[in-house]
């Protein structure tokens, strides 16, 4: 059973450009959240998304990123004209139900965007 | 708010050395408390958890107490190995949320 995917694990861009982060929960799980870690920091909460839906979106910046999980295929994080400061370790972790009291979610290994 | 507060790294001990790294929580009403582990260039993965207070969460020679006395969650592990070296993470999950708050990170390197 595959853990949750993120791809791809490295990603240059240059300022202006677009970023886009993709991730893949784990078989069974329909819950998917992005979480950001800049350099020497503890991860940030982003967004909680369902198939379809967006849940919670309290910690993404209100330009520039936008987020969705489509009834088929992987979760994208999408960061239109990328700055300098969007450089960081964006990890993606699913889980089964809403509440992962129980659960603990489980984390991808991340995509650490540079922006140059 | 949610907040967790870790010790600052980074930790330097000899193999074989007793490990604690604190974690106090402020929240609010009865949240799960995490610490999750990242080994250099990976992700985080989930070393041990508690769900209600007086709980203990052990993993690989790690344990953590929930204490809701003096809203800590502190790390321990009796004899560090080599491999231990990493990042150690403490979280929080409020019982009527969706998402985990962390505290800073705890880089901790053992040498041999």
């Known amino acids: 059973n595959a853990g949750v995917m993120q791809n791809p694990r490295h990603l240059v861009r240059r300022r202006g450009q677009e970023a886009r982060l993709r991730c893949s929960p784990m078989?069974?799980?329909?819950?998917v959240y992005w979480y950001r870690q800049l350099p020497e920091e503890g991860l940030k909460f982003m967004v909680y998304?369902?198939?379809?839906?967006?849940?919670?979106e309290s910690g993404m910046p209100k330009e520039r990123f936008s987020a969705e999980f489509p009834k088929e295929g992987p979760s994208i994080l999408r960061i239109q004209q990328v700055v300098r400061g969007d450089s960081a370790a964006y990890f993606c972790?699913?889980?089964?139900?809403?509440?992962?009291?129980?659960?603990?979610?489980?984390f991808g290994s991340g995509t650490r965007l540079t922006v140059v | 708010g949610n907040s967790v507060t870790q010790m600052e790294g980074p930790v330097t001990l000899s193999e074989e050395a007793f490990l604690t790294i604190n974690c106090t929580y402020t929240?609010?009403?009865?949240?799960?408390l995490f610490w999750y582990v990242q080994y250099p260039g990976e992700g985080l993965q989930l070393l041990l958890k508690?769900?209600?207070?007086?709980d203990k969460g052990s993993n690989k020679g790690f344990e953590a107490t929930y204490r809701k006395e003096t809203t800590s969650f502190h790390l321990e592990k009796g004899s560090v190995q080599v491999s231990d070296s990493a990042v150690y993470f403490c979280?929080?999950?409020?019982?009527?949320?969706?998402?985990?708050?962390f505290g800073g990170g705890t880089r901790l390197m053992v040498k041999p």
């Open positions: 972790a699913s889980s089964p139900v809403s509440l992962g009291a129980s659960y603990g979610y489980t």
């Open positions: 078989k069974g799980h329909s819950h």
């Open positions: 998304l369902q198939k379809e839906n967006i849940i919670d």
């Open positions: 929240a609010t009403g009865y949240p799960s």
């Open positions: 508690a769900t209600k207070a007086d």
């Open positions: 979280a929080l999950l409020h019982n009527a949320g969706n998402m985990l708050t």
